[in-house]
């Protein structure tokens, strides 16, 4: 069998799904060239809704493109699938493990299905096994794997033989920074070793940065394509950090100079200072009445300063109008006042410790953010706090009460925004936000006028009566966020609000975060992306449902001694690995999930 | 790697096959419908049907006012068995029939005394059909009654009874012509477990591998949709016939349920509807990619016509044209035809022909259709 030059090539494909409740038609896909190379490691990268999952499913032969010409492996995909599925491997975004099989009879499964001679086997289980850290674990059952061991049993899975081609959808969506390096060392060890060719989805940039070749993206169309550092070429020049003046925290600064993208392009708080990338040819002269002074320094360019100039350049400025929220000062009482108290915090199921006496603080006005791998305890946590979940044992204060034994008048002082948005798809926006705005007791003319003043924040004006279903991911998450802040709640609960979301929208969306924070709203929030954590006032990182770290972000860095200081700053994703490793290896025998 | 793409089939077949013989062990839920399910019907329709009856309500209507007539009611009047009312005319008997005031009307017409004088009387029950399991028991209870009191009537006359006058019974069931007995529910059980089982599971297991996305990993594999679908009906084909083995054993052991026909033909028999049960099952998953859905349209689309339309408990012959018409595009009518045949009338060979080529042609054109909708695809 002659090897084909090009792994995947496509010309011209376009794709496109019908809406079967409105009809309507819309363009996952279009016009896409690509060429991929054999042996090489290529990211397809962008925020959802790019493109990424159908371009994959495409190549694996599962969908059929509406025009153009697909070839995997030099092969018409289209027309041929099957030949192409008996050489390549897919794992989907989803990995179909069966949960009531146990992980050799998965690992069994799908070497059958591949036709794996049994001799060949033993050495490969034994490789993968040991890569994936998985060995002793082989009769447990897949479904009572933590998230990040079922996502390298899957990668295993789909590794049970050395394919012709690789196609991973986003194999580290909802996974840990730990389980998500882990994955990333399996996967560039196999490239090394077996000179696999990979293409790999993902919403990371620095999972992108990895990659020998990057595509991107953006709403069914190629934006750029090259290696990391051509990409990052496009930011040359124009990324610096500051440091804050005296009594200036970087999230304000940070504020400051998002809210002005004639001159910026983008800017993030990043280990006590801020990272910011500017238009092009923009003179010092210019950014110094933004600065007010902040020293700054010039910076190597990065893979995601790269992909924001692209995606300003695509989409234009998207800074959210802020005024309002931050003049939205509708609490009383003392700025420094603790508004939520927790002591010896226990939570157990059988004999399952989900969180182990837990204490902290939460101050009116802070950003609070929890942290910690998948099944560490934040979700146990957060619903205790939001009174969803009874405490085993502890004391537990929220706005001055446990709510859940308040009665409703104290549940009226927290909102509560949940992962999946819990919206009602088939009513519009409008209806959702009276639905909403009723459910916690306003009525008449003050909530309209509340509906009208959400809506305006959150940017949903021209959608009011779009069935919130229909809404596009980013339009249901500020919907979900302005349906929990509608009466005006002193304390909001977050959890994992960004993940899926683009970069820019996670800028809008923290912006509107920090400018509640300046109006006196207390936040409590949980998120997989550790960068996220640097707009904490406070973090706490808990692991096996014991609180590992808290502080400010610089203060838990500085837990983690770095022996070599040439290194420079640690990035949050870097320290959390180390708080979180330090403690595994500390307590001997401990393993991620509990026997 | 052609070579051994060839010799794949089977051993990807048995693998697959093991997956879901181990899935289906595991999943007490499966084990419940397929097996629990099934031993709960045959009780409840078996010992439903055979259950005691008591307070019969039966209208009497005495147009013999003779001390022998008296005599002869008493002995109901007192029974735990009945509260009898009584009736002026046979016209009001049948109207607090048909309003159901009364379940029974017994009648002992004028010349009762007359007729028993001159060595053989009739007695006229009535009983409704409605209820059909009360039916049987009431006529049984009922004839026990009059032999009693004819025992009774003898000793008391010192004479041997089967040499004395006799009371006969002449008895009908209104509105149910064809009076449901235990032996006539257990053929149709067999038919309801086995749509229950290759309709019902198999929709919801194949509509999990959809909704997990299960599916979308094991496709891009050299597996082939045949292998998939044939590794999917055979842990449940043997769910279905150990519920066929179920039902008879109860059948006969239970309930005396002769089966007069040949076995062997009743097995082939149910294998063929088992197979179109399948099919409904993969087909409606296939199309509906849904758990919920999937059981939804299982239950509406098979089980619930099985039970009402195919002549299980409502016989054929009074539906309106329309439903009749229902009825017979039905697979489970013919089986319950035949099925019912089988055990209790024998082999008639040119039903058993009939019936088993419909049956064949309907497992025929559904697995083909299941195959043909089963894409690796997933637009």
């Known amino acids: 069998m002659n090897r084909p030059e090009l792994a995947i090539e496509a010309r011209t494909v376009h794709k496109s799904f019908r809406d079967k409740q409105t009809g309507k038609t819309?363009?996952?896909?279009?016009?896409?060239?690509?060429?991929?190379?054999?042996?090489?490691?290529?990211?397809?990268?962008?925020?959802?809704?790019?493109?990424?999952?159908?371009?994959?499913?495409?190549?694996?032969g599962l969908m059929r493109p509406d025009q153009g010409e697909l070839k995997v492996l030099g092969i018409d995909v289209a027309q041929h699938p099957q030949p192409v599925q008996d050489r390549i491997s897919y794992m989907p975004q989803r990995f179909g493990l069966y949960e009531d099989l146990s992980v050799q009879e998965n690992l069994d499964l799908y070497?059958?299905?591949?036709?794996?001679?049994?001799?060949?086997?033993?050495?490969?289980?034994?490789?993968?096994?040991?890569?994936?850290?998985?060995?002793?674990?082989?009769?447990?059952?897949?479904?009572?794997?933590?998230?990040?061991?079922?996502?390298?049993?899957?990668?295993?899975?789909?590794?049970?033989?050395?394919?012709?081609?690789?196609?991973?959808?986003?194999?580290?969506?909802?996974?840990?920074?730990?389980?998500?390096?882990?994955?990333?060392?399996?996967?560039?060890?196999?490239?090394?070793?077996?000179?696999?060719?990979?293409v790999v989805s993902t919403a990371y940039l620095d999972e992108a940065s990895r990659c020998d070749e990057v595509y991107v993206l953006h709403e069914g169309e190629l934006l750029a394509q090259g290696t990391p550092d051509l990409l990052?070429?496009?930011?040359?020049?124009?990324?610096?950090?500051?440091?804050?003046?005296?009594?200036?925290?970087?999230?304000?600064?940070?504020?400051?100079?998002?809210?002005?993208?004639?001159?910026?392009?983008?800017?993030?708080?990043?280990?006590?200072?801020?990272?910011?990338?500017?238009?092009?040819?923009?003179?010092?002269?210019?950014?110094?009445?933004?600065?007010?002074?902040?020293?700054?320094?010039?910076?190597p360019p990065q893979l995601e300063d790269g992909f924001m100039v692209l995606l300003r350049k695509r989409l234009g400025a998207a800074s959210p109008d802020v005024d309002s929220l931050e003049r939205q000062r509708s609490i009383a009482g003392p700025p420094d006042e603790v508004v939520i108290e927790v002591r010896d915090l226990v939570r157990t199921f059988g004999d399952f410790t989900a969180v182990a006496s837990t204490s902290f603080d939460v101050r009116r006005g802070e950003i609070f953010g929890l942290l910690g791998p998948n099944g560490a305890g934040k979700t146990t946590t957060f619903r205790m706090l939001c009174g969803l979940l009874?405490?085993?044992?502890?004391?537990?204060?929220?706005?001055?009460?446990?709510?859940?034994?308040?009665?409703?008048?104290?549940?009226?002082?927290?909102?509560?925004?949940?992962?999946?948005?819990?919206?009602?798809?088939?009513?519009?926006?409008?209806?959702?936000?009276?639905?909403?705005?009723?459910?916690?007791?306003?009525?008449?003319?003050?909530?309209?006028?509340?509906?009208?003043?959400?809506?305006?924040?959150?940017?949903?004006?021209?959608?009011?009566?779009?069935?919130?279903?229909?809404?596009?991911?980013?339009?249901?998450?500020?919907?979900?966020?302005?349906?929990?802040?509608?009466?005006?709640?002193?304390?909001?609960?977050?959890?994992?609000?960004?993940?899926?979301?683009?970069?820019?929208?996670?800028?809008?969306?923290?912006?509107?975060?920090?400018?509640?924070?300046?109006?006196?709203?207390?936040?409590?929030?949980?998120?997989?992306?550790?960068?996220?954590?640097?707009?904490?006032?406070?973090?706490?990182?808990?692991?096996?449902?014991?609180?590992?770290?808290?502080?400010?972000?610089?203060?838990?860095?500085?837990?983690?001694?770095?022996?070599?200081?040439?290194?420079?700053?640690?990035?949050?994703?870097?320290?959390?690995?180390?708080?979180?490793?330090?403690?595994?290896?500390?307590?001997?025998?401990?393993?991620?999930?509990?026997? | 790697m052609s070579s051994a793409r060839q010799g794949g089939f089977w051993l990807r077949l048995f693998s697959l096959i093991r997956k879901e013989t181990r899935q289906l062990l595991r999943d007490k839920s499966n084990l419940m419908i397929g097996i629990g399910l099934p031993i709960v019907l045959i009780l409840i329709f078996g010992y439903g049907v055979s259950l005691d009856v008591r307070n019969i309500r039966l209208a009497l209507v005495l147009d013999d006012h003779s001390p022998v007539g008296q005599d002869f009611v008493s002995g109901l009047t007192l029974s735990r068995y009945f509260e009898p009312l009584s009736a002026d005319s046979m016209v009001d008997a049948e109207q607090m029939m048909k309003v159901g005031t009364v379940e029974g009307i017994l009648h002992l017409s004028s010349d009762f005394a007359r007729q028993l004088s001159a060595g053989h009387a009739q007695v006229q029950l009535i009983v409704s059909g409605t209820e059909a399991p009360r039916a049987g028991p009431i006529v049984n209870y009922l004839n026990t009654q009059v032999a009693l009191w004819q025992q009774k009537r003898a000793d008391r006359a010192g004479i041997d009874p089967s040499s004395g006058a006799r009371v006969e019974l002449v008895e009908r069931i209104w509105f149910n012509d064809a009076n449901t007995s235990t032996w006539f529910l257990v053929p149709g059980l067999i038919v309801l477990i086995m749509t229950l089982v290759g309709t019902f599971l198999t929709a919801l297991v194949m509509a999990r591998e959809w909704e997990r996305g299960t599916l979308e990993a094991l496709f891009v594999t050299p597996v082939r949709p045949t292998e998939v679908l044939l590794a999917k009906v055979t842990p449940?084909?043997?769910?279905?016939?150990?519920?066929?083995?179920?039902?008879?054993?109860?059948?006969?052991?239970?309930?005396?349920?002769?089966?007069?026909?040949?076995?062997?033909?009743?097995?082939?028999?149910?294998?063929?509807?088992?197979?179109?049960?399948?099919?409904?099952?993969?087909?409606?998953?296939?199309?509906?990619?849904?758990?919920?859905?999937?059981?939804?349209?299982?239950?509406?689309?098979?089980?619930?016509?099985?039970?009402?339309?195919?002549?299980?408990?409502?016989?054929?012959?009074?539906?309106?044209?329309?439903?009749?018409?229902?009825?017979?595009?039905?697979?489970?009518?013919?089986?319950?035809?035949?099925?019912?045949?089988?055990?209790?009338?024998?082999?008639?060979?040119?039903?058993?022909?009939?019936?088993?080529?419909?049956?064949?042609?309907?497992?025929?054109?559904?697995?083909?259709?299941?195959?043909?909708?089963?894409?690796?695809?997933?637009?």
Request: proline share 5%.
């Open chain 2, 236 to 379: 449940y084909f043997g769910v279905g016939m150990l519920g066929l083995a179920l039902c008879m054993i109860a059948g006969r052991v239970l309930f005396d349920v002769p089966i007069n026909g040949s076995l062997p033909v009743l097995l082939f028999a149910s294998m063929l509807y088992l197979l179109v049960a399948l099919g409904i099952g993969l087909l409606i998953s296939s199309a509906t990619k849904n758990q919920f859905l999937a059981s939804q349209i299982a239950i509406l689309a098979s089980f619930l016509p099985a039970l009402m339309l195919s002549g299980f408990v409502f016989d054929l012959r009074n539906l309106p044209i329309g439903i009749q018409v229902i009825s017979y595009a039905l697979p489970a009518t013919y089986f319950i035809e035949l099925i019912r045949t089988l055990f209790l009338a024998g082999n008639f060979w040119p039903l058993i022909i009939k019936d088993c080529l419909i049956l064949g042609a309907y497992a025929v054109v559904l697995l083909s259709l299941a195959r043909v909708v089963t894409r690796k695809r997933l637009d």
């Open chain 1, 26 to 60: 819309e363009d996952a896909l279009k016009s896409v060239d690509l060429q991929i190379p054999m042996g090489s490691l290529t990211a397809l990268v962008g925020p959802d809704g790019a493109g990424k999952t159908t371009l994959l499913r495409l190549c694996a």
């Open chain 1, 111 to 198: 070497a059958d299905l591949h036709g794996v001679p049994a001799a060949d086997r033993i050495e490969r289980y034994r490789r993968l096994l040991h890569m994936t850290d998985l060995a002793r674990f082989t009769e447990r059952p897949a479904g009572k794997l933590s998230g990040g061991m079922k996502q390298k049993l899957g990668l295993a899975c789909t590794l049970v033989r050395s394919p012709d081609l690789l196609l991973l959808d986003e194999p580290t969506v909802g996974v840990d920074p730990l389980s998500r390096r882990e994955l990333w060392q399996i996967i560039q060890q196999l490239v090394e070793e077996e000179s696999l060719s990979v």
């Open chain 1, 390 to 595: 009874p405490s085993s044992s502890g004391f537990l204060q929220v706005a001055g009460v446990n709510l859940r034994t308040a009665r409703a008048s104290a549940r009226r002082r927290i909102g509560y925004v949940s992962q999946k948005f819990s919206l009602y798809g088939n009513l519009t926006v409008l209806e959702n936000l009276r639905f909403f705005g009723g459910a916690y007791g306003l009525h008449g003319k003050r909530l309209s006028a509340r509906i009208v003043q959400v809506m305006e924040q959150f940017d949903l004006s021209g959608q009011a009566r779009t069935r919130s279903g229909e809404l596009p991911g980013g339009f249901k998450q500020r919907l979900a966020m302005a349906a929990g802040l509608i009466h005006e709640p002193e304390i909001l609960f977050l959890d994992e609000p960004t993940s899926g979301a683009d970069p820019l929208a996670r800028r809008a969306f923290w912006r509107r975060i920090t400018a509640l924070a300046e109006g006196g709203t207390t936040i409590i929030i949980t998120t997989h992306f550790m960068e996220e954590a640097e707009y904490c006032d406070r973090i706490m990182i808990q692991d096996a449902g014991k609180r590992l770290a808290m502080g400010t972000p610089q203060q838990v860095r500085e837990l983690v001694s770095t022996a070599d200081p040439a290194q420079g700053r640690l990035s949050m994703e870097d320290t959390f690995i180390g708080i979180v490793e330090h403690s595994r290896n500390g307590s001997a025998g401990h393993s991620e999930v509990n026997p």
């Open chain 1, 232 to 299: 990052c070429e496009r930011a040359l020049g124009c990324c610096f950090t500051a440091v804050p003046g005296k009594g200036e925290s970087p999230r304000q600064l940070q504020s400051r100079l998002i809210d002005h993208p004639d001159l910026i392009v983008d800017a993030v708080p990043h280990g006590g200072e801020v990272r910011f990338v500017t238009q092009a040819n923009v003179t010092q002269e210019a950014l110094e009445p933004l600065l007010r002074g902040a020293r700054t320094q010039a910076v």
